[in-house]
């Protein structure tokens, strides 16, 4: 295949390999800008399927979402002709055959280029929804490895429990106002907090059944009191002993807070470990 279609175009690299074949080889660039149509809207009609899932599907959380979002993106390519030549939706060569027909000869990269620039219209939030968990890992892995040293958990641990409490830092707790909290780990006040707080509406589990209601939260004034809280909770409670002593065993660690009564989701542990082992992050290593 080629690489130019290899990816969507929510990928930077794979939108600058699209505008440079645009130029070399605008057949070629011309069927790499369908497919990659074809396999976004694919992404969309699965999104729009997903939007109409009930409210009180267990699914519906912030975590969840981020979940289905990238199953999705992944159903999206390996359900078009993106992945499988010829057996896709049809969709991109009724596109490729109508560029065509409309393709003025004098200017052979005009339609390739035009339909590039469509694609990168369509995929502008994409990219962005694309490359939000990079910069959300670069941004908070110091803030990780100072909580990291202070309570014996790997720094990629916590980076990876603060990416599935907030959705990747775009679902961070904010107050009535959209003030920040700077609270990732989804840290509640208990009654000896004397800090400042914030109520929203959150997913609680009760008996295994998703439930709205409203929590009050702790609220600090920097990453850097929140990620110190964070390691100071985990290091000092009891509770998270299991979590603490697994070393660089993702599973254990994630098993250890759920038995702990971190959260109420009875998948918490399986969540947390697969976004601890996620390629983003386990590229951090020991981290």
């Known amino acids: 295949m080629d690489p130019a279609a290899a990816s969507l175009a929510a990928d930077t690299r794979s939108l600058d ?14 069927k790499a800008a369908a497919t990659q149509f074809e396999a976004l809207f694919m992404q969309m009609l699965l999104k729009s399927m997903r939007d109409a899932t009930p409210q009180y599907d267990p699914a519906n959380s912030d975590a969840g ?5 990238l199953l999705d993106q992944q159903l999206s390519q390996s359900l078009t002709s993106q992945a499988t030549p010829g057996k896709g939706l049809g969709l991109a060569d009724l596109m490729m055959k109508q560029l065509q027909r409309s393709q003025q000869p004098r200017d052979p990269a005009r339609v390739p280029g035009a339909a590039l620039e469509k694609v990168e219209r369509a ?3 994409a990219k962005s929804d694309a490359t939000a968990p990079q910069k959300f890992v670069d941004s908070m892995l110091p803030y990780a490895i100072e909580a990291g040293t202070a309570s014996g958990v790997p720094a990629r641990f916590i980076l990876g429990q603060a990416a599935l409490e907030s959705g990747w830092g775009k679902s961070e707790i904010r107050g009535a106002g959209g003030e920040q909290s700077f609270n990732l780990f989804g840290i509640k006040a208990s009654p000896n907090w004397n800090g400042k707080t914030m109520s929203v509406t959150t997913t609680e589990y009760v008996n295994g059944q998703p439930r709205k209601q409203v929590e009050k939260f702790r609220a600090y004034a920097s990453y850097t009191e ?8 985990i290091a000092n409670n009891p509770r998270y002993a299991a979590a603490v002593r697994p070393g660089n065993d993702a599973a254990g660690f994630a098993r250890g807070l759920a038995r702990g009564g971190y959260a109420t989701d009875p998948d918490y542990a399986a969540k947390l470990t697969r976004v601890i082992n996620s390629n983003l992050l386990a590229q951090r290593g020991q981290a």
């Open 226 to 233: 929140g990620f110190t809280d964070y390691a100071r909770l």
């Open 123 to 125: 995929t502008s939030s």
């Open 17 to 30: 390999a699209l505008r440079a074949q645009a130029k070399s080889d605008p057949d070629k660039a011309l």
């Open 65 to 69: 979402r981020m979940y289905t979002g």
